[in-house]
């Protein structure tokens, strides 16, 4: 083939590529990277509307088998999203734990994602820490990654505590 159907060819495959979606959410790599492929950069973190908020900054195995419910929102409760990739991870920065199933998300280890791109307000998840080799209570940090459309989407949100919440609206 000459080099100029090549080239057309080539095109035809990227715009092809750009139309792509996943109604089931993410492919499972992108735990961990937070960056969806969508040919945009993500939101200024000034703008997020969202939040990550955990019923604990700390686990304790012998309290509830360690596990603590993680909320990914809007802080308005107005503003939806479509899509979201949230991941705890322990002390040392290292993937920890697991999220218990759910109907929102599919799992992926240390990881759980969006189960389809209806647009929500709230979604609740419940994190536990592994059953085997971890210290019986520690610290866990949840970061996520928050779609509201295919180019509007915030990277790296950290997790808040519920209790710091609480104690800031007073």
């Known amino acids: 083939m000459s080099a100029h159907v090549w080239s ?3 095109a035809v495959l990227m715009l092809n590529g750009k139309s792509l979606c996943f109604p089931s959410g993410a492919p499972s790599i992108t735990c961990g990277i937070y960056m969806p492929h969508h040919g945009a950069a993500p939101q ?4 997020n509307p969202y939040a990550v908020v955990a019923s604990s900054r700390r686990y304790n ?3 509830n088998g360690g596990q603590i419910e993680v909320n990914v ?8 999203f479509k899509g979201f990739v949230v991941a705890a991870y322990d002390e040392d920065q290292q993937p920890f734990g697991y999220f ?3 109907h929102h998300a599919h799992q992926i280890p240390h990881c759980d994602k969006q189960n389809n791109a209806h647009s929500k307000k709230l979604v609740t998840l419940f994190w536990r820490p592994p059953t085997e ?4 209570t520690g610290a866990v940090i949840f970061k996520a990654t928050v779609v509201r459309s295919y ?3 915030w990277v790296n949100i950290i ?10 609206s007073t």
């Not at 200024?44 to 703008?47: D, E, F, Q, T």
């Open 133 to 136: 080799g971890a210290p019986t």
């Open 8 to 10: 057309v060819v080539l």
């Open 100 to 102: 218990l199933p759910s």
């Open 44 to 47: 200024p973190p000034s703008s």
């Open 151 to 153: 180019h509007h989407f």
């Open 61 to 63: 195995i012998e309290e």
């Open 73 to 80: 929102t809007s802080l308005s409760g107005k503003e939806e």
């Open 159 to 168: 997790s808040t505590n519920r209790a710091d919440i609480a104690l800031s």
